[in-house]
């Protein structure tokens, strides 16, 4: 337990589905990630929001649309996806100028 | 692509200590040295850093070579547990000053 949630942990969506993934952490951070990790691929990272402003966007496709409310909660908005963007979607959060960064488990999911 | 290269697999004995190398070759002055380690379908967890120093903490060790240009994580004790991917990165931060980039890392796996 890295005081890092993520709900759900598996998720199957069709192609024309609208889904969120949430990201929680309560550690007293204020920077929070998205990575991806595809199979066979290392992870990616996709967005970085530090005091709830995005500071990095890696090129990431706009069917995918984070938002970040506070400083504890961390979205991932999906829409139209395509079977290529099933993976391991991890959150992880840190202070701005900390080394660490926590992990959560992890959504798994499968675009059909 | 990772400034890292690392063995893509190793084996160890339980109870022995598994020492796993990284070279970074072209890391800068104000690059840090971490480790990380993601055992399987989880999120990756924290290990350890460095910049010039020698470091322990409770899960491992990390040896920087004195012209920094490579580095040694040795877990002392291997267990079953420490079964995992472990990824060596180089980076400025940690946090969102520098955003972790992953390469493929080392499989270890530790055998009874």
């Known amino acids: 337990e890295t005081g890092v949630t993520q709900t759900p942990r598996h998720l199957v969506m069709g192609m024309t589905n609208k889904k969120s993934l949430k990201c929680e952490q309560h550690?007293?951070?204020?920077?929070m990630y998205w990575y991806k990790q595809s199979a066979k691929k290392p992870l990616e990272l996709m967005f970085v929001y530090s005091l709830e402003e995005r500071v990095e966007n890696n090129s990431v496709p706009s069917r995918f649309s984070p938002e970040c409310p506070n400083s504890s909660h961390l979205f991932l908005h999906l829409h139209t996806l395509q079977p290529e963007d099933s993976a391991l979607y991890l959150c992880?959060?840190?202070?701005?100028?900390?080394?660490?960064?926590?992990f959560g488990p992890g959504t798994r999911l499968t675009v059909l | 692509d990772a400034k890292t290269t690392q063995p893509t697999s190793m084996d160890c004995a339980e109870g022995r200590a598994a020492n796993l190398p990284c070279n970074h070759s072209t890391i800068s002055g104000n690059e840090y040295v971490y480790w990380y380690r993601q055992i399987h379908s989880q999120g990756p967890q924290y290990i350890i850093h460095g910049l010039k120093n020698n470091e322990t903490n409770e899960m491992a060790s990390l040896i920087i070579t004195e012209d920094r240009k490579s580095s040694t994580l040795i877990l002392p004790h291997a267990t079953l547990r420490d079964t995992a991917v472990y990824y060596c990165?180089?980076?400025?931060?940690?946090?969102?000053?520098?955003?972790?980039?992953f390469g493929k890392g080392t499989k270890l796996s530790v055998k009874p």
């Open positions: 992880a959060s840190s202070h701005p100028r900390g080394h660490e960064q926590f």
């Open positions: 550690l007293g951070h204020n920077a």
């Open positions: 990165i180089v980076q400025r931060y940690g946090g969102s000053q520098g955003n972790l980039i």
